[in-house]
């Protein structure tokens, strides 16, 4: 293999430089980073935890650091997945910021920065995703190289180098195999369900399911460590744990209420803190100048992420109080084909501001233009509010709509929202009561709405320059049988 100058000249000044992560200055760490595809952090239900079936993400909090405010930068894979991957945020990405899409090649993944580094690097089972790689003019996904599983990627790797791995699970996505959960011994009578969805048979029961398939995803995270620790390579390694976006029920994915984008996150790794707990709002575009750094390399002078590094060490200033997040178009499933419906939010530690930029559309895709039966929106998306994966919890809110107990979370999801919309979290977890048209918070949604609007600005976001609508015009470049049908 030739080695270019570029290469080399990374790896020099890597291996130079002593890793502000702890390492020693030859024994650069490694890097593991657990994906999970749709899972949410959730108020914690004292009946019966869902921590307490996580083994390896409570060992991970043990031994490293818990982020308690943690965000994805969009509540949607392919967005989510780029702002990871770049350290930007998604409406910096052009078509990047929408769901099957691509992702320019202009636009630079810590990957490559690592692998010019002399880092072996590169992912199993969905790394950047969903989309298309070949129109981007890249010559691979921006993970890295496609392995079989963490052996093969091992088995590549050249003696001594260090690594970086992406584990892009498929849990907790769904479809799921219903009843899955209950026959593996989970109790739908002990779960949580949030008060905006309905309280049935049929969503406990689905919420069963969706924590089987975690807890299956914890064990895979297990067997990851356990290989790590017998090589003797996991206390030289920086592990994280964390989704990529919310869980996929009504009123979550593809929303920016917090059950869309605020996720777990846990990280253990030489330098890193044992046992704490962090409430400063972080964004997961704050992965890759994190592991840049590591690496002991600079992050691209485009990041608009943060290196991690003085919470997980607990020495130094972050210096920011809030995230920013942002939605553009998930599903094509709105009668004007391209059309999403673009989101911005500001969030920090107690409250959170949202700007719906056209509160006109339906927010959750258009209804349905004919009838559709129990097994049609259980099977797939597009039966109607297409942003709202098929399940059985979206079958009982359509199906189920104009009955007493189910019609206001019906609403709720799928309803016409104002342009503006406030929450206190502390008060209201579940942001259920929109505080954005009280006299008495117009002081706070002016604050909030100015601080937003002028860092849109400052980072060249389309839709707060006045030329939004370019997102919608973006191709859709959908996985053959997920594209937009001839009928919404």
Partial sequence: MTISRRHLLGAAAATAAVSRLGAAPQRRPNILLILADDWSWQPEDDKDRLIDHLPTFARLQREGTTFRNAFSASPSCTASRGGILTGQYPWRLAEGANLASILPRRFKVYPDALEGAGYHVGYARKGWAPGQIDPARRTRNPAGKSYEDFDAFLAARAKDAPFAFWFGSHDPHRPYVKGAGVAAGGDPKAVTVPPYLPDTPVVRSDIVDYRYEIERLDREAGALLAKLEAMGELDNTIVVMTGDNGWPFPRGKATLYDAGWHVPLAIRGPGVRAGAVSEVPVSLID??????????????????????????????????????????????????????????????????????????????????????????????????????????????????????????????????????????????????????????????????????????????????????????????????????????
């Fill in 287 to 488: 992965l890759a100048p994190t592991f840049l750094g590591a690496a002991g390399l600079p992050a691209p002078a485009e990041t608009t992420g943060r290196d991690l590094l003085p919470l997980l060490s607990g020495r130094g200033k972050f210096g920011r109080d809030h995230v920013l997040g942002s939605m553009e178009r998930h599903m094509d499933g709105r009668t004007h084909p391209g059309e999403g419906y673009p989101m911005r939010a500001y969030r920090t530690a107690r409250h959170l501001y949202i700007r719906n930029f056209r509160p006109d559309r339906w927010p959750a895709g258009d209804p349905s233009g004919r009838p559709r039966d129990r097994a049609e929106i259980e099977a797939g998306s597009y039966a109607g509010f297409a942003d709202i994966d098929g399940g059985p919890t979206k079958a009982e809110l359509i199906l189920r709509q104009d009955e007493a107990a189910v019609h206001p979370a019906f609403e709720r999801a799928t309803g016409r929202r104002p342009a503006e919309e406030l929450f206190d979290i502390v008060a209201d977890p579940w942001c259920l009561t929109n505080l954005a048209a009280d006299p008495k918070h117009r002081a706070l949604v002016r604050s909030f709405a100015a601080k937003l609007d002028a860092e849109l600005r400052a980072s060249g976001d389309p839709r707060a320059l006045g030329n939004g609508d370019v997102f919608d015009d973006y191709p859709s470049y959908s996985d053959p049988g997920f594209g937009r049908p001839k009928e919404i």
